[in-house]
């Protein structure tokens, strides 16, 4: 329908509007809505959106603000006046028994406590209940059931009509093929719910296209809404697609309404109890908007935790005869509107890309994008990671891209969009020279990270200091980042050593060190000098020697320099220390630079001796190995892994037929998936934990 040229037009008018907002005029009024019809189309029959839905609200939210204070210029084909056009020509089209509407967006307590008070005004009543559950980030769906047998499953199409996806409907295994209607008195009846993917079935859903070399699908909606319109049912089944169906919009009564269908929440219960998954244990009915506004925000405080995505929560007048009462729009029903969560995906443009320098030396690039808002912060730079991920995401200076922020963490690109390249964009060159140093780049086979291998690179140095001085290693306080780099600039500070011969005389009276700030860095390196082996060893930065593995090393010496006279063999019978880690720490101590750096430390007075911790072999959890994953909620990680060395456990460092408990925090990523592949491995929650520590 658009051409590769026209899709490059249409997003610069995108862009342009979206820079506008909310100062849109009324001479914009035609050209958005072309764009809104340009985006629905993408969104609804390519399901490959070119915007965050977040600016697709913005833009439609802008429209109506238009025509309301325009009415005259309201057109019987704007997108307000219809639900947008879904309809694909590979299937038959079938229409509705009732029209399956959009819903009104809000994204703010204020615009809740608004509608509340014209529903309130509509109904004529002083208080509403309310019904509050999740919205689901999937596909649309509407199924009839006849004489309890399911008998047509439609897409949401435009509203009126929908795609006949009947024969995919029926792959779905949480969708039973016959009811028991009848016990209620129903004959027929049409149910409105969300196809979707599960977060764990979406990321295998992706991976399977990484490996075809395939661009990935940037949400699990997108991913749902094409599996309904695979041609091969067998296809559709593989896809592990999930219902959820929570409305029912038609129903035929042999004996008058049933007592279960005078309200949703009885809906829920009733399709709950008959076999689909219905929200019904996630719902909740309050009397009244500001508790429904308190759960809504702590439904957001906790969406990281479900093992779908949801992007808000809908609100229901919870009396289906005031639904009736309230009515509804040519777009949306008066009686229920959906709390949006902060938008987690943004699109943005990719205006240059910067090479960072890390301790070890590795390059990385980073992304410069317009900032914009994800998931409440700002965001204008993101990793890259190294020069794979550029060419697999197929990234171009200029380029539109779609970027997400999902679970609070660091955000990523999701992929580029090439529809909307214009001939201005141009290739990212990977350097070949330290961008810091100028020395050539080296990459070992089999690794996708370029290197610098110059040890007296600046940019090394530096971060090597800053790594050294950090809270985990020898955790020296009041000498952060920022400090590092101002020392490093002015002289104060070359290499690690020259951390304790910093000249105090000449950093007094600096700003922001007046004398007791110059009391506190200065007692706080002293202090320092006597921090247990394992830390120094960490601060050393050797490559993946992390804290566990640290805590490894100490325990098997009694001076530091016991290392450096292990062989490779000796180094891989150490608890957990495989072939990568001994080569990388065998090359540490054979370095003539390294063994500069120890014999200083050592002079300088810090402390290369081991206070080995006498095993416990009667404690609680003696002879059982752990590891933790994702994020904790009630105990900092460190404080867990304490808990199990002080009842005589181990810590180990990576997931292997050594491990006997994996303890699962929330995000859990690769380690998780390791673990189920290895029956004996116990996974175990964060509260299982603490009742095994309880109870030994």
Known sequence: MYTPRQTSEWQ????????????????????????????????????????????????????????????????????????????????????????????????????LVDWDRRVREGAGETSIEYCVEPKFDGASISLIYEKDLFVRGATRGDGVQGDDITTNIRQIRSVPLSARFSSYGIQQIEIRGEVLLTKKHFKAFNDKLAEQNLPPLANPRNAAAGSLRIKD????????????????????????????????????????????????????????????????????????????????????????DLQDKLGMTTHHPRWAIAYKFKARQATSRLRSVEFQVGRTGAITPVAKIDPVPIGGVTVGSISLFNEDVIREKDLMIGDRVLVERAGDVIPYIVKSLP???????????????????????????????????????????????????????????????????????????????????????????????????????????????????????????????????????????????????????????????????????????????????????????????????????????????FLFTGTLNRLKRSDAEAMVEERGGKILSGVSSKLNYLVVGDDAGSKLEKAKKIPQIQIITEEEFLKLVENG
């Open 12 to 111: 610069l008018k995108t862009t342009d509007l979206l820079q506008k907002l909310p100062g849109i005029k009324k001479g914009d009024i035609e050209v958005l809505r072309d764009v809104l019809r340009f985006h629905e189309y993408r969104y609804y029959v390519l399901d490959a959106p070119l915007i965050a839905d977040y600016e697709y609200d913005q833009l439609y939210k802008g429209l109506e603000r238009l025509e309301a204070a325009l009415p005259e210029l309201v057109t019987p084909d704007s997108p307000t006046q219809r639900v947008a056009n879904g309809l694909n020509p590979s299937f038959p089209t079938v229409s509705h028994l009732v029209p399956m509407l959009s819903l009104d967006n809000s994204y703010n307590a204020t615009d």
């Open 419 to 625: 529809e909307a390249r214009n001939g201005g964009e141009h290739k990212i060159e990977f350097p070949t020279d330290c961008p810091e140093c100028g020395s050539r780049l080296f990459k070992e086979e089999g690794e996708a990270v370029w290197r610098c291998v110059n040890i007296d690179c600046p940019a090394q140095v530096v971060e090597r200091i800053i790594h050294f001085v950090s809270k985990d290693a020898m955790d020296i306080k009041s000498f952060g980042e920022a400090n590092v780099r101002k020392f490093y600039e002015l002289g104060y500070l070359r290499d690690i050593p020259s951390i304790y011969q910093l000249p105090f005389d000449q950093i007094r009276g600096m700003e922001g060190f007046g004398e007791k700030s110059i009391s506190n860095l200065s007692a706080a390196i002293e202090q320092s000098k006597q921090q247990p082996l394992h830390r120094l060893i960490f601060a050393l930065g050797i490559r993946y020697v992390g804290e566990t593995t640290a805590k490894t090393l100490a325990q098997s010496v009694s001076h530091l320099m016991d290392l450096s006279r292990m062989s490779l063999e000796e180094l891989q019978q150490l608890e957990d220390v495989g072939v990568k880690v001994a080569a990388s720490i065998h090359q540490f101590f054979k370095n003539r630079g390294n063994l500069k750096l120890l014999k200083e430390l050592e002079e300088i007075g810090l402390n290369f001796k081991s206070e080995k911790k006498e095993t416990l072999t009667d404690g609680e959890l003696s002879g059982q190995t």
């Open 233 to 320: 049912p067998s296809e559709v089944r593989r896809r592990n697609l999930e219902a959820f169906l929570y409305h029912v919009s038609y129903h035929s009564d042999e004996d008058g309404v049933p007592a279960e269908l005078l309200t949703h929440s009885g809906t829920l219960e009733m399709l709950w109890d008959l076999g689909f998954r219905s929200p019904n244990k996630e719902k909740k009915v309050f009397s009244g908007i500001d508790a429904v506004v308190a759960y809504c925000q702590e439904f957001e405080s906790g969406r990281d935790a479900l093992p779908y995505e949801i992007d808000g929560m809908v609100i229901k007048v919870n009396r289906l």
